[in-house]
């Protein structure tokens, strides 16, 4: 059998139909990484003295200010937010992308006679989301 030294033979691979994936919400990321850290902070907060709150450290900067942490959020897809004071009263607001945070829990003294506890608060309000998208 003689063949044609021109015509190249056909490399095609064979057509393989691929399941089609579910859309991700573009809001999960941050959402998830807001829950893990929500659920850390109320876990960490069951082991603080009674006159002491959670704060939180930056780790990559060379700075030591401890942040008193008042509350935590995310924004779009991708943000996480810890707002709080510093040790002199300012308000501080900590923005990092949620691939990049790196933070330390830490027992600070409490502000006021009451320490705040925000673990609670801040998985309630998952619990709260879930319901009112028809979850867990």
């Known amino acids: 059998m003689r063949t044609d030294p021109f015509k190249i033979p056909s490399l095609a691979m064979p057509r393989v139909e ?3 994936l579910p859309k991700l919400d573009p809001i999960i990321p941050a959402k998830w990484a807001f829950e893990r850290i929500a659920r ?3 876990k ?4 603080l003295e009674p006159d002491e ?3 939180l450290r930056l780790v990559a900067t060379p700075d030591a200010s401890v942040m008193h942490i008042d509350d935590v ?6 943000m996480l937010i810890f707002y ?3 040790e002199h009263g300012k308000p501080m607001q900590l923005l990092q992308h ?3 945070m790196s933070v330390l829990l830490t027992a600070v003294p409490a502000k006021e006679a009451e320490p705040r506890r925000i673990g609670f608060h801040l998985v309630q309000s998952i619990k709260d989301d879930a319901e009112s998208e028809g979850g867990e």
């Open 73 to 78: 959020g995310y924004w779009g897809p991708d």
């Open 44 to 47: 960490f907060e069951t082991d």
């Open 53 to 55: 709150e959670i704060g």
């Open 40 to 42: 850390q902070i109320e």
């Open 98 to 100: 949620y691939t990049q």
């Open 84 to 86: 709080g004071n510093n």
């Open 18 to 20: 691929v399941p089609q």
